[in-house]
């Protein structure tokens, strides 16, 4: 079956240190999403990207970046982690808004910067 | 700017009763989609249910279903014959018509009391 996956699910940094977090899926999507979720926030879309070669800035993207070098893959770095940007990350993507234009969520990445 | 406004940020339930969430949106779009999202405590992301725009007939998914009224901007969700495994956060969420991103709601806690 199609899948999204993130990895890790768990990390502790310290502020300034440089942190990935990788998003891997198999439903052959173009579109590729990062979101974080902080209480009171509901989910913001940090990046997203709707092809290879092709990426975007949302509404929280300071302090981020991605990169999209294959369909599969959407690496959502922290350049220098800071306390605010503790958080649950979730990696999402999504079929053409031709078709159904669901979109699919990986399990989330919860980030701890101490 | 797109925003969707979820009121309550928390709500509480008795097993087997019916609760309403509340969601209000704006924008000036014509052409856009709604949807719920469940996310129990294991952070996976859940599509609940879905509403086009185009459509008068509101959204139903077994004991759920929404209350769509467009002219005033206004997407509730309905559980009936609450669950104890409908304890959870959900969030409402928009995403316009021919567009891919979603922008999401802060999110209300349903806690469901046996």
């Known amino acids: 079956d199609a899948e999204i996956t993130q990895s890790p699910r768990h990390k502790i940094t310290e502020t300034g240190r440089q942190v990935t977090l990788a998003c891997h899926q198999t439903w052959n999507h173009n579109n590729m999403f990062w979101y974080r979720q902080d209480l009171g926030h509901g989910l913001r879309l940090i990046h997203y990207?709707?092809?290879?070669?092709?990426?975007n800035k949302g509404e929280v993207s300071d302090g981020y970046s991605v990169s999209r070098s294959n369909t599969e893959d959407l690496p959502l770095t922290l350049e220098s982690a800071a306390s605010s940007q503790t958080s649950v990350y979730f990696c999402?993507?999504?079929?053409?808004?031709?078709?159904?234009?669901?979109?699919?969520f990986g399990e989330g990445s919860r980030l701890t910067v101490l | 700017a797109q925003t969707v406004t979820q009121s309550q940020p928390e709500m509480s339930v008795q097993e087997a009763e019916t609760v309403t969430l509340s969601c209000t949106y704006d924008?000036?779009?014509?052409?856009?989609?709604l949807f719920w999202y469940k996310q129990p405590p294991s952070r996976q992301m859940i599509l609940v249910i879905r509403?086009?725009?185009?459509?008068?007939q509101n959204a139903t998914e077994n004991r759920f279903s929404v209350n769509f009224q467009k002219a005033a901007k206004s997407f509730s969700l309905k559980i009936s014959d609450s669950q104890l495994g409908d304890a959870a956060m959900y969030f409402c969420a928009y995403r316009r018509g021919g567009g891919n991103k979603l922008v999401f709601g802060a999110g209300t806690i349903l806690r469901v009391k046996s």
């Open positions: 924008t000036s779009e014509s052409d856009y989609y």
């Open positions: 999402a993507s999504s079929d053409s808004p031709a078709n159904t234009g669901e979109l699919f």
């Open positions: 990207s709707y092809g290879v070669q092709d990426t």
């Open positions: 509403q086009e725009a185009y459509k008068q």
